[in-house]
């Protein structure tokens, strides 16, 4: 349905047709298939519900998607394709599961690997011509930088060099990397496709068919598949993204002019601030600026824990992309030590933005 903005493409593409059938995408938990038809086993030939999810996603996209059990599954099956003794370009400034994968590969002498700041056009551009692999996460997490994406795309490549765009903050609705010419988009649909923090699963996207099937191989030999609730779930879930990411995007906005303008806050940081580094890139690259706010406090990290614990509308856990509010003092995670200490990452919600403000109000009051 190309036609169709992505709102109405997500509440009415994927769904079963013909006289009677049912409106909505099945929950099919199946392993084995009857013989004779064109599925025979399912973490090699994939179900129906996962089908559902994947045209949905992979319409928005303009590619085909392939669904996973986790976004880190389909971030391995990205690195996976990266031939042996290959180089891969890795932000600094990145989710740290994929590091810590990285970094593990490197170790097991799979690959090398060389870090870039996110905002360095011209060194992902230089990259382009020496590396395998361009892992590229735009908005970044949790610093919120952007990588200027039509630019490294444009750049001349290395044969074979494949560029992927995690696209989890920016979402479909935001941000569609293939447009601009990178090879693969990624998701964890753990996070605003499933949009209720009930689920884990992972998305890529590709538009050459020889990227796509070496994503479904990589699926059956690992056994990376998406659980039949999980991907009904997601399908759930993408039916009412638009208007909960909405939602989110317009109270985000509010909560980080709250945050700049308050004086135990040394700095709010999000792109939709036009004080934000990469404001001018993310007006123009962005259809929206996302809905996760950090946040650096005046002093120090027990400063930052002492918010996190006196919110009571927002939740503090780690995560994010959910229809509830939740943070957390970043830098208490594994892997992101490098972090300001009293750095907050804020995944705002779809509560009323005036009960936000007054959480945010009362427990910085508090601290
Ligand atoms: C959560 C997240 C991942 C990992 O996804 P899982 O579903 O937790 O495996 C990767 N990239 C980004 C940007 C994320 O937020």
Redesign the pocket.
Known sequence: MPDLKPESYLVSAARPEGAGAALNVPLVPCSTFLNGGERNYSREDSTPTWAALEELVGGLEGGEAVAFS???AA?DAVLDQVPGGGRIALPRDV?P??TGLAVQGEAKGRWTLDRFDTEDTQAWIDAAGTHDLLWI?TPS?PLLMLADLRAICAAERREGCLIAV?N??ATPLNQRPLEVGADISMH?A??YIGGHSDL???MLVAARPDIVAGFKKTRMYHGATPGALEAWLAVRGLRTMAIRFAKAQANAQRVAEFLEAHPKVERAIFPGLVSHPCHAIAREQLDGYGAVVSFVLKGDGEKAEAVCRAARLIHHCT??GGVESTMERRAAQSGQEAIPPSLIRLSVGIESADDLVADLEQALAGA
């Open positions: 986790s976004g880190m971030a989710y599961g994929v996460e997490n995690d989890t903050f964890s753990t996070k884990l699963a992972g995560s994010l």
